[in-house]
T-cell receptor, first 113, second 114 residues
Framework: DVKVTQSSRYLVKRTGEKVFLECVQD?????MFWYRQDPGLGLRLIYF???????EKGDIPEGYSVSREKKERFSLILESASTNQTSMYLC????????????FGPGTRLTVT | GQQVMQIPQYQHVQEGEDFTTYCNSS?????IQWYKQRPGGHPVFLIQ?????EVKKQKRLTFQFGEAKKNSSLHITATQTTDVGTYFC??????????????FGTGTRLQVFP
């Protein structure tokens, strides 16, 4: 079974702090994704990566950066957390190509105070 | 960016009633996937549709892809309390430069009353 894990289920940070969200997958997937989920807005893509050290902006990259130093690990970084970044963050992975489904991690609920 | 509209946003049904959610795009789709997210859980893949007019069934769930490949529906017959959750469609567009990227709909939250 594919397993996607995220470093924290719940996280509380202060405004201005640097925040790291980690995601690890064990299925050797090339693609990895970071989404945020907000009520009524569905899942919005922040960044994705299709290979080690490769990244591409999604629909809402502002205020975020990512790092992919190893194939299995994809990190989301909030350089200076703000209250409007309070959200559920979901990581996903997949094989390349449109016919492959995405496997999601359990999510990290981040609260910025 | 491109948007995918999903309706309704919420649906409350009595157990045993049917339920349908619709996913609509103004642009021709390459394919569509459906995901289910249980309360407190994460999205889980249900199915993928690729061909125009395609219909697929999974027990009480029926998935359809429109003839023009611009819309899709998920129909649940005789809902059960285990069907509770949010259902998302997720699409890729024809002539998209990057087909690895899914665009998710806003989701339909289903509540089933026993």
């Amino acid at each position: 079974d594919v397993k996607v894990t995220q470093s924290s289920r719940y996280l509380v940070k202060r405004t201005g702090e640097k925040v790291f969200l980690e995601c690890v997958q064990d299925m050797d997937h090339e693609n990895m994704f970071w989404y945020r989920q907000d009520p009524g807005l569905g899942l919005r893509l922040i960044y994705f990566s299709y290979d080690v050290k490769m990244k591409e902006k999604g629909d809402i990259p502002e205020g975020y950066s990512v790092s992919r130093e190893k194939k299995e690990r994809f990190s989301l970084i909030l350089e200076s957390a703000s209250t409007n970044q309070t959200s559920m963050y979901l990581c996903a992975s997949s094989f390349p190509g449109e016919t492959y489904e995405q496997y999601f991690g359990p999510g990290t609920r981040l609260t910025v105070t | 960016g491109q948007q995918v509209m999903q309706i309704p946003q919420y649906q409350h049904v009595q157990e045993g009633e049917d339920f349908t959610t619709y996913c609509n795009s103004s642009t021709t789709l390459s394919n569509i996937q459906w995901y289910k997210q249980r309360p407190g859980g994460h999205p889980v893949f249900l199915i993928q549709l690729v061909k125009s007019g395609e219909v697929k069934k999974q027990k009480r769930l029926t998935f359809q892809f429109g003839e023009a490949k611009k819309n899709s529906s998920l129909h649940i017959t005789a809902t059960q309390t285990t069907d509770v959750g949010t259902y998302f469609c997720a699409v890729t567009y024809e002539r998209s430069y990057n087909t690895d990227k899914l665009i998710f709909g806003t989701g339909t939250r289903l509540q089933v009353f026993p």
